[in-house]
Nanobody, 122 residues
Framework: QVQLVESGGGLVQPGGTLRLSCVAS????????MGWARQVPGPGKRRELI?????????TYVDSVKGRFTVSRDNDKNTVYLQMNSLKPEDTAVYYC??????????????WGKGTQVTVSS
């Protein structure tokens, strides 16, 4: 079992910055992919994967965060980060850490953290 624990959320003004961190622990075989998803509260709102990074540093982003958010990782520390710049009110959401090896993702068994709230408001 892999545990993911996020930290770094909070309240920030529009245009501000936040850095999220997520540490993985437990029965880690390989964290081929690590990343972040977010979910806005409300009916019909789905969790959206917004940034992902492979073990060799290849990154992907959803269009809405490209150029503003940067995902990075420290393989020695089993940690993934999300640097969020130029934050907008529409970035307000619960942010979840996501990780696993390629088999986990193929089988729908990838791991999730419990989430951290990010609120962008003046």
């Amino acid at each position: 079992q892999v545990q993911l624990v996020e930290s770094g959320g909070g309240l920030v003004q529009p245009g501000g910055t936040l850095r999220l961190s997520c540490v993985a622990s437990g029965s880690i075989v390989s964290l081929d992919l690590m990343g972040w998803a977010r979910q806005v509260p409300g009916p019909g709102k789905r969790r959206e994967l917004i940034a992902q990074i492979s073990k060799n540093g290849r990154t992907t982003y959803v269009d809405s965060v490209k150029g503003r958010f940067t995902v990075s990782r420290d393989n020695d520390k089993n940690t993934v980060y999300l640097q969020m710049n130029s934050l907008k009110p529409e970035d307000t959401a619960v942010y979840y850490c996501n990780a696993g090896d390629y088999r986990d993702f193929a089988n729908g068994l990838d791991h999730w953290g419990k989430g951290t709230q990010v609120t962008v408001s003046s």
